[in-house]
DNA sequence: ATCAAATATTTATATATTTGCATTTGTAAT
DNA sequence: ATTACAAATGCAAATATATAAATATTTGAT
């Protein structure tokens, strides 16, 4: 039997915390869009997602503070990318499990 | 006809809620418990977390709502499980990701 | 029908998140 | 130095979430 004490507290909150930050409709369909190694900035991904800018940047911030992006600035543009590409299995994964309710 | 878009957005926001009902380092503990098919009642959970019964039960209520727990009674007893037992392999992915920071 | 155990719900409070607007910072070109 | 564009930040209002205490519901046993 497994108890709470064994499985490391840390390490659940970071787990936790980088769910929240994919958790969001609107972060999903952010990296949906960087699958596969892409990279985009911010003015192309408010553009594609139809939000504003501002909220574009927080979204995008979030999901870099969480560890889940990358970013790298070139000019006046910065690059977006996955950190880990496997997560964008954890998305298609999860939508996987939303179909056959 | 339906429109592919107000599917898209629908789709997400369902991959979203469950993501965002598995992202709580309570709800991912809890998941670690019912790994590989295990059936647990509200009682053990609260007692192996220990957390308030109320409190479980709600989380409980949280997951199972958002499809990542199914439920069943038996007697005074309702034993929750795992859905889709993927789902804990997101869980273990997203631990393996927060590993080499 | 009454009681006790296991769950679920309600309620209230505290806390966190989302969003857009306005502003500011960073970068490159003129 | 000024302008222009890209991105980030501060702020505030609306909304959502977490927690626990108290209460209610469901079920089985007596």
Redesign the interface.
Known sequence: M???QE?D?E??????????A????M???ILKHLEGGKKLTVTQIHELLGIEQSTTSHHLGILKDK?VLCSRREGKNTFYYL??D??S???D??????CG?
Do not use: F, Y
């Not at 390490?11 to 929240?20: F, H, P, T, Y």
């Not at 994919?22 to 409709?25: G, L, M």
């Not at 994964?93 to 939303?98: G, H």
């Open positions: 497994i108890k709470i499985l507290s390490r659940l909150d970071m787990a936790a915390n980088m769910l929240k994919i958790a969001h409709p972060r999903i369909a560890g950190k880990h496997v997560l299995q954890v998305v994964c999860l939508e996987r499990c939303t309710e």
